[in-house]
T-cell receptor, first 108, second 111 residues
Framework: GQQVQQSPTSLVLQEGENAELQCNFS?????MQWFYQRPGGSLVSVFY???GTKQSGRLTSTTVIKERRSSLHISSSQITDSGTYLC??????????FGQGTILKVYL | EAAVTQSPRSKVAVTGGKVTLSCHQT?????MYWYRQDTGHGLRLIHY???????EKGDIPDGYKASRPSQENFSLILELASLSQTAVYFC??????????FGPGTRLTVL
């Protein structure tokens, strides 16, 4: 089955710095979704990006299927970006397989 | 207006008791899912459904049943709750594409 590895496990940034989160997967995929989760909160979809590059404000997602990787770039980080970022590829039917997440902490 | 809602938002149950978690979606989606989230295990799929009156086993179905009486509603049933089922449970829905939309979660504590 699909194996998903996210890196780094955690990341601490000063406000204004950029962040690069990585997601590697083991098999071919039909789609890639990135989620944001605050402690104790629900999952909010930040990107649905099966392939290529998508941008939304300060966030950019790039998925390269042949290399079996996806990345999430956060530019000019803000304190409110703090939380956990989860990637979830879909390779079989509609089922998502989640990575363990990257915990991001942004301080002043 | 939230498109995927869950009830209850939190629950304390006793070991051996029956627990029912409910999910309702207004997205007009065919697919619905139940996940559990645990520290150290991330999110794992328990059951899912792609049409009313039919459910499928996910990756960790043991100890859980699911029911899909209508397109909008999807329930997760723990017939004999156990300590190991303490977790946060999320419901999600998706349409013809693969993008999933999640509910707010239910925090279940089994004592």
């Amino acid at each position: 089955g699909q194996q998903v590895q996210q890196s780094p496990t955690s990341l601490v940034l000063q406000e204004g710095e950029n962040a690069e989160l990585q997601c590697n997967f083991s098999t071919s995929l039909n789609s890639m979704q990135w989620f944001y989760q605050r402690p104790g909160g629900s999952l909010v979809s930040v990107f649905y990006n099966p392939s290529g590059t998508k941008q939304s404000g300060r966030l950019t997602s790039t998925t390269v299927i042949k290399e079996r990787r996806s990345s999430l770039h956060i530019s000019s980080s803000q304190i409110t970006d703090s939380g956990t970022y989860l990637c979830a590829p879909t390779s079989s039917g509609q089922k998502l397989v989640f990575g363990q997440g990257t915990i991001l902490k942004v301080y002043l | 207006e939230a498109a995927v809602t869950q009830s209850p938002r939190s629950k304390v149950a006793v070991t051996g008791g029956k627990v029912t978690l409910s999910c309702h979606q207004t997205n007009n989606h065919d697919y619905m899912y139940w996940y559990r989230q645990d520290t150290g295990h991330g999110l794992r799929l328990i059951h899912y459904s792609y049409v009313a009156d039919s459910t499928e086993k996910g990756d960790i179905p043991d100890g859980y049943k699911a029911s899909r009486p209508s397109q909008e509603n999807f329930s997760l049933i723990l017939e004999l709750a156990s300590l190991s089922q303490t977790a946060v449970y999320f419901c999600a829905s998706s349409g013809l594409g693969y993008e999933q939309y999640f509910g707010p979660g239910t925090r279940l504590t089994v004592l």
